[in-house]
Each structure stands twice: as structure tokens, then as C-alpha cells.
């Protein structure tokens, strides 16, 4: 086991406490990540789904490491052929509804929107500090498109075309060509 992930059950303990600063809490969510990256999978599959789970009741404040830590959880689960672990992991990201920090890509902040910014444009400040935010369109279409990809794997059509319809309902928000090809061509087995 890395030697520094003997010391998470504490740490994730700490994490739920109200009272530890969230700079702090976020940090050692950015260290149990990098830990867990260098970690067997054995190791890490387990101790991401239990950080998942305990931090799910304070997700409002965390929502942002721990889409990260749903990623890679998902990603362990690919890499082992449990596809279905892996949709229901990547599932779990909030998508439609974000507490996320910072403005979205390409997009002006009301710091940077200038005169054309009106008082009651910007958003509400997050515990964070940063900004709400809406998650981009691209990662939305990314992880509809995963999940999709994960349940053909395992031959769930129906659930497969759920999640692809999910993405062509939001295709069209999407400037980058590049995007629209990659959309049609992962998308074309569930099509045939």
C-alpha cells in the first residue's frame, strides 16, 4: 500500500467535519487523488467508492473533487471490464445542476465582462470563493457519451440510447465541429 494513503481513514474522517476549512478539505482530496493514481487498483478501486459515498452528503461543497475521484473510480472500473460499475459511477456526476467553481470556459467572468456586466448578472459567490458555474457542454456530451459506450459493452441498448439521447438533445450547443464528428462516430454502434 503507498504510504501515504495508510493515513486516509483519519483524513477522510476529517473531511465530514464542518469545521475544517474547505481549502484544506480540498487539498487532501488533491493529494488522496494523486496517491491513489500511483496505487493498485485493488487499493484505490475501494478506498475511491467509500471517499465517494462518505462525501456524498456534503457534495454541495465538494462537487468538484469528487467528480474528479468519480472519473477515476469509473476509469479503475473500465480498466477491470466491470462496465456497468463503471456507467453507474459516471452516473453519479451532477450534470444538470452545478455548484462547480469558476465560469465555464471561454466565458467572461463578470470580472472580465466589463461594462457590458450587470450587478444582478453575476452569479452568487460559492463557499469556494468562485463562482457558480454551469458544467461545459463538452464534458456533459463526454460523459453521456462514455456511459453510453459502457452499457454497449455489455449489450444494454436501451440504456445505451437513453444516455445517447441525452447528447443529441444538447448536441447543438456545441460550437466544435470536432466534437459533433466525434459524437456521430462513437455513437454510431448503438445506431446500427
Known sequence: ???????????????????????????????????????????????????????????????????????????????????????????GIPLESSNRCGPPPNEPTCATAGAEAVAGDCPPVLPCGGRHSVVPVTDKLETYVKIAQLYLEVHDETSAEAYINRASLIIHECQDPSIHIGFKVRCAPACA
Open 1 to 91: 500500500m503507498a504510504s501515504g494513503l495508510s493515513s486516509w481513514g483519519p483524513a477522510r474522517a476529517a473531511l465530514l467535519q464542518e469545521s475544517v476549512s474547505l481549502v484544506l478539505s480540498r487539498q487532501v482530496l488533491q493529494d488522496l487523488g494523486q496517491e491513489l493514481a500511483r496505487a493498485p487498483d485493488e487499493v484505490a478501486m475501494p478506498l475511491l467508492a467509500q471517499t465517494i459515498e462518505r462525501l456524498q452528503p456534503r457534495l454541495v461543497v465538494f462537487e468538484e473533487p469528487v467528480t474528479d475521484l468519480r472519473k477515476k473510480l469509473a476509469a479503475l472500473y473500465e480498466k477491470n471490464g466491470e462496465w456497468v460499475e463503471a456507467a453507474k459511477v459516471l452516473i
